[in-house]
């Protein structure tokens, strides 16, 4: 089946840096990758996500990149906020099933 | 989106009780998913509900312990049962609609 890794598993930065997060994953049929923000005691959010037919999305400070060969996507805010602190999931899925990384704790400091 | 509401938000339940947890969407939706997240770590698919037909369970999860019922496209069910404190998690149901929504979880504590 599908395995995806995520790093870091936890990230600081100072507000108005970039964050990146990096997903791997192994399955090469993988089509949708959809990336998640979960706030302390919430449920995941979808905050973007990109198909394998295209290598870059971006949506007003978040942007995903894909990179099919090599098998890894990447999440990056820029301009940080702190209320971008939270838990971010990649995913995975070639079907209906998503197979998630084991999440980044982003920290932003004010 | 799809509204997605559990019952309940939360319960605390002793070990060898079972738990039922449900599921309700405000659209039709052919996949149902539900999911675990234990403390402090990522989400864990347990089963796809398949309407009219038994769930598909991952591996590491299985029907006797976790029963699930799908008797339409806007409503499911997930069982947690014989209960123990390693079942202590959260538990979301999720839709897919070309993309993937969560509903808000229910926190389950076993003591």
């Known amino acids: 089946g599908e395995n995806v890794e995520q790093h870091p598993s936890t990230l600081s930065v100072q507000e108005g840096d970039s964050a990146v997060i990096k997903c791997t994953y192994s399955d090469s049929a993988s089509n949708y990758f959809p990336w998640y923000k979960q706030e302390l005691g919430k449920r995941p959010q979808l905050i973007i996500d990109i198909r394998s037919n295209v290598g870059e999305k971006k949506d007003q400070r978040i942007a995903v990149t894909l990179n099919k060969t090599a098998k890894h996507f990447s999440l990056h805010i820029t301009e940080t906020q702190p209320e971008d602190s939270a838990v971010y999931f990649c995913?995975?899925?070639?079907?209906?099933?998503?197979?998630f990384g084991g999440g980044t704790r982003l920290m932003v400091k004010p | 989106s799809a509204v997605i509401s559990q019952k309940p938000s939360r319960d605390i339940c002793q070990r060898g009780t079972s738990l039922t947890i449900q599921c309700q969407v405000d659209s039709q939706v052919t996949m149902m998913f539900w999911y675990r997240q234990q403390p402090g770590q990522s989400l864990t698919l347990i089963a796809t509900a398949n309407q009219g037909s038994e769930a598909t369970y991952e591996s590491g999860f299985v029907i006797d312990k976790f029963p699930i019922s799908r008797p339409n496209l806007t409503f499911s069910t997930l069982t947690v049962s014989n209960m123990s404190p390693e079942d202590s998690s959260i538990y979301l149901c999720s839709v897919s609609d070309r993309q993937e929504y969560f509903g808000p979880g229910t926190r389950l504590t076993v003591l």
């Open positions: 995913a995975a899925t070639k079907g209906n099933m998503l197979t």
